[in-house]
């Protein structure tokens, strides 16, 4: 072992974080909110909150509905737009040794490619998240994620205009996600991030309306994590860049279990909302797995996954 | 931080009050701030329970939390079912705190159903001001029917007038808090008057009917569906008026819960 303890750095596509840990894009803000819980520095990245060319409001009100094990959610892209993220968000974050990846969303293939010019002449950002894959838009999002040529598109004309690398996240709400996995892989992504929310709804049946305004929200929280840990799983299998999973992740026996299927990293996302320490939770606790199974790097546990069970 | 269950009483049909235990570095919510409350280690229910603070009380090696909530759903239910001994989390105090005035003449509180609960943590905090200086206190408390109605007796130990109301006139005047209050409103100058409001929408927008004339006298709580509670999450959101700021919509748990009753645009 290095040190005191295990090797801990992953390259998730051309950027090298001190350990496999980030915060998924919409539950941790630009980072602020957190401050006051935990050491930020700690974390292996932060994907910040989706960023688009305008500002957004986001949806009416209800915009969050608890489900067992989950919650559906139609915040519906709300953010100040890029310039007011460049101006305002970033410096907080640059004081910070963390790596800042931007969480990019467009309407059209245009607002992507202003978007991308714009983060990447901008200091302070370390890598690019593409969202394809948002349920919650009416025009956008979902359209790119759930078409291999659309997510090839998206993806080439993003990498034409940065040098930084390029995440693009995938939407469940698919067939068959491989496809589009392989497709962006294709068109040059660094690497790839699954999943995003899957579509649902609740109703309340008193009123007979839906409880969320919006109809349809994505589905997260740990309710969702084994369709997420099949996705990862049957995605790394198909393509050689790196697979960041997502999904349901609470703790670190569940980020264990997406490393062990191929996840080069992981992403947490409502599990902050229930504990605000979550991130660096499952940093020490996959730190504590490595030093008891005497695994002296994290990538020598990534993809180990014994599929047909014969180690025993 | 974990704090440990010293009661979890039933004091109504339906309402229960709970008091927990916390570490002494658990800071002093001031009124308006809200906690939350999760039961360790359970992800179903998912999400903590955000509940205005009701009593705060220090002692010099630990502090006790009261909250006076009313069972609404799952995560309610679950929550009356703990007790004494059982360990339960609490997050905070988060939120925009209430103004206080310490120059007030007269402060007025109207609440209805259980937001009586933050409603009485603020009232008990004019009291120490009140026993200071001549500030009267005057609260008006309505709820639908006098089994719902919790805590008047402590009210009575704040408040020099405590008027209340039923919807089905059980107890009290017949009828609305805000038909009650509104027959006594010419009376209250707004220069020197201020007040506070916590209660159903519904209530809270006929206050603000009320109050259209003067609404810079009036702060009142505001409540939504909550996930995360510190503002990153953006899912907890009231329309304001302005449209300033985020474009509108503002966070029930960081610009909140506290908001002045001329901003929030009723719809």
């Known amino acids: 072992m290095k040190n005191a303890g295990p090797e801990m750095q992953v390259d998730i596509g051309g950027l090298i974080i001190k350990n496999p840990v980030l915060t998924a894009s919409g539950t941790f803000g630009y980072g602020r909110e957190y401050v006051p819980y935990l050491d930020i520095s700690r974390l292996g990245a932060i994907i910040t909150k989706g960023v688009s060319l305008e500002p957004r409001d986001g949806n009416k009100p209800p915009r969050i509905m608890e489900t067992p094990c989950g919650i559906l959610n139609a915040i519906g892209l709300e953010n100040p737009g890029v310039h007011a993220f460049i101006k305002e968000k970033l410096p907080f974050l640059r004081q910070f040794s963390v790596p800042v990846v931007a969480n990019v969303f467009g309407e059209t293939i245009d607002d992507f490619k202003k978007v991308t010019e714009l983060l990447s002449e901008s200091k302070g950002v370390e890598g690019l998240e593409i969202n394809i894959s948002c349920p919650n838009v009416k025009k956008g999002g979902s359209i790119f994620g759930s078409d291999p040529d659309m997510a090839h598109a998206v993806t080439r004309e993003v990498k034409r205009l940065t040098d930084l690398p390029v995440i693009i996240k995938l939407t469940p709400n698919v067939t068959d996600i491989c496809l589009i996995a392989e497709s962006v892989e294709e068109a040059g992504a660094d690497a790839v991030s699954l999943i995003n929310t899957l579509t649902g709804m609740s109703v309340d049946i008193e009123r007979r309306i839906p409880h969320l305004a919006n109809v349809t929200g994505g589905l997260s929280g740990p309710a969702i994590k084994p369709i997420a840990l099949r996705m990862v799983w049957q995605v790394a299998k198909r393509v050689k860049i790196p697979v960041i999973g997502i999904g349901g992740i609470a703790n670190a026996s569940d980020a264990l279990e997406f490393l062990i299927v191929g996840a080069r990293a992981v992403q947490i996302g409502t599990a902050n909302f229930i504990n605000p320490c979550a991130t660096t939770d499952i940093i020490d606790g996959i730190e504590n797995y490595l030093k008891r199974h005497n695994i002296a790097d994290v990538n020598d546990l990534i993809g180990t996954f014994d599929e047909e069970g014969k180690s025993c | ?267």
């Open chain 2, 1 to 267: 931080m974990n704090g440990k269950i010293v009661k979890n009483e039933q004091i109504s049909t339906g309402h229960f009050l709970l008091g927990v235990k916390l570490p002494e570095s658990f800071k002093t919510p001031m009124p308006g701030q809200f906690i939350m409350t999760r039961e360790p280690g359970r992800i179903d229910p998912l999400l903590g329970r955000p509940f205005g603070v009701y009593v705060f009380e220090s002692s010099h090696d630990e502090v006790t939390v009261e909250i006076l909530y009313k069972v609404v759903g799952k995560g309610t239910l679950l929550l009356s079912r703990l007790t004494e001994g059982n360990f339960i989390e609490v997050l905070g105090p988060y939120g925009r705190a209430f103004d206080i005035y310490p120059e007030a003449g007269k402060v007025i509180f109207v609440c209805g159903g259980i937001g009586v609960a933050p409603i009485t943590y603020l009232a008990s905090h004019y009291r120490r001001l009140a026993d200071a200086r001549d500030i009267e206190l005057i609260c008006y408390y309505g709820a639908s029917k006098a089994e719902n109605l919790v805590g008047i007796e402590k009210l009575k130990k704040i408040c020099s007038h405590v008027f209340i109301s039923t919807d089905d006139g059980s107890h009290g005047f017949h009828g609305l808090i805000t038909e009650r209050f509104s027959a006594d409103i010419s009376s209250y100058d707004p220069g020197s008057s201020k007040i506070y409001a916590c209660g159903p929408r519904s209530m809270l927008k006929q206050l603000s009917e009320l109050l259209a004339e003067n609404p810079a006298s009036c702060q009142i709580l505001m409540e939504e569906r909550m996930a995360c509670g510190v503002g990153a999450c953006l899912g907890c959101m009231v329309l304001l008026k302005d449209g300033e700021g985020r474009g509108g919509y503002a966070r029930v748990c960081t610009e909140g819960p506290v908001f002045n009753i001329g901003d929030i645009n009723w719809g």
